[in-house]
């Protein structure tokens, strides 16, 4: 839609949209550092009057003038539909992965009579889905504080933690996440919980 207006006009005047995403790396490219490659970078341009999120393959490499840069060479091939294919693939194979393994907890509990063994059975296939050491679940008392923790599974090697615990004795990130109805999840316990501050 700038063609033919762009031609010769300052790169930062005509791309102002794309500048915070190119604008150093063209720069760079003008003092001398090597020629830059990227692949599938989000470069949002104004197109068919509106600001849109396009993503871009591209090159931009020194042309050589008088023992300097006298300019930039830019190639660049549009990659929006090939991106946005490889998004739809991925979210249709997650949402593949999450209906298997509902099918599979559904199938381990169909004949599980007590509330129990349907947290034990799913305690154990979430923590073999996550491959986690431990999959505990826990009745919070009334204070918003204090949980027992009744059952869970352990990964060969783990101990139980089955038990009585304060929630504060967590961290903070604990207390504010499980209050606020959002759920917990750390791969560094000293650290996910926050107990290293």
């Not at 949002?44 to 930039?72: C, K, N, Q």
């Not at 209050?179 to 919980?193: H, I, K, Q, S, Y």
């Amino acid at each position: 839609e700038k063609h033919p207006a762009m031609l010769g006009a300052p790169g930062r005047a005509m791309w102002q949209e794309v500048w915070p995403v190119v604008g150093a790396q063209i720069e760079d490219v003008m003092r001398g550092q090597p020629a830059i490659w990227k692949k599938d970078q989000l470069v949002p341009i104004f197109r068919h009057g509106r600001l849109e999120e396009v993503y871009w393959t591209y090159s931009y490499s020194p042309i050589d003038h008088a023992g300097g840069v006298g300019g930039v060479l830019v190639l660049c091939s549009e990659t929006t539909s090939l991106v946005l294919q490889a998004r739809e693939r991925q979210a249709l194979s997650e949402s593949e992965s999450r209906f298997r393994f509902l099918f599979q907890v559904t199938e381990a509990t169909k004949d599980a009579t007590d509330p129990g063994t349907v947290m034990l059975v799913c305690g154990r296939i979430v923590g073999q889905h996550l491959q986690a050491s431990v999959c505990a679940y826990a009745d919070m008392e009334p204070d918003q504080d204090a949980f027992t923790i009744r059952g869970d599974w352990t990964a060969p090697g783990a101990k139980s933690i089955v038990g009585h615990y304060s929630l504060a004795g967590f961290g903070t990130r604990a207390v504010e996440n499980l209050r606020a109805g959002r759920p917990l999840v750390t791969n560094d316990t000293l650290e996910g919980l926050g107990l290293t501050e």
